[in-house]
């Protein structure tokens, strides 16, 4: 089992920055991608940034490409516990929603640039965090 722990959320003015964190705890030693997913109100939940563990290869949305930066921290990760970042800068109106970490393990994708971004096929969730951007 792995549980993940989302925070730093919050209210911020468009044009500024949050900086969230997840924090996977359990049997993550087999860690392959954390992944960040967003769902605003009365829409499916759609996917932000994902990076793979090893190798810390990285993908985006195009939506937020440019804008918000996925990273792994491996100096707080140990074969139980991981670390991932997702900071975001320019934040817009739009932006606004709940964001959730997500992690899958073992490496089981034939497309991993495909399949990072399809919510379906991750293994564990956390719970999300607020983020609200006004206007």
């Known amino acids: 089992q792995v549980q993940l722990v989302e925070s730093g959320g919050g209210l911020v003015q468009a044009g500024g920055s949050l900086r969230l964190s997840c924090a996977a705890s359990?049997?993550?030693?087999?860690?392959?991608?954390m992944g960040w997913f967003r769902q605003a109100p009365e829409k499916e939940r759609e996917f932000v940034a994902a990076?793979?563990?090893?190798?810390?290869?990285?993908?985006?949305?195009?939506?937020v490409k440019g804008r918000f930066t996925i990273s792994r921290d491996n100096a707080k990760s140990t074969p139980r516990t991981r670390t991932v970042y997702l900071q975001m800068n320019s934040l817009k109106p739009e932006d606004t929603a709940v964001y959730y970490c997500?992690?899958?393990?073992?490496?089981?994708?034939?497309?991993?640039?495909?399949?990072?971004?399809?919510?379906?096929?991750?293994?564990?969730w956390g719970q999300g965090t607020q983020v609200t951007v006004s206007s």
């Open positions: 997500a992690a899958k393990l073992w490496n089981t994708w034939n497309d991993w640039n495909d399949q990072c971004r399809l919510p379906d096929t991750y293994d564990y």
């Open positions: 990076i793979r563990w090893s190798g810390g290869s990285t993908s985006y949305a195009d939506s």
């Open positions: 359990g049997r993550t030693f087999n860690t392959y991608t």
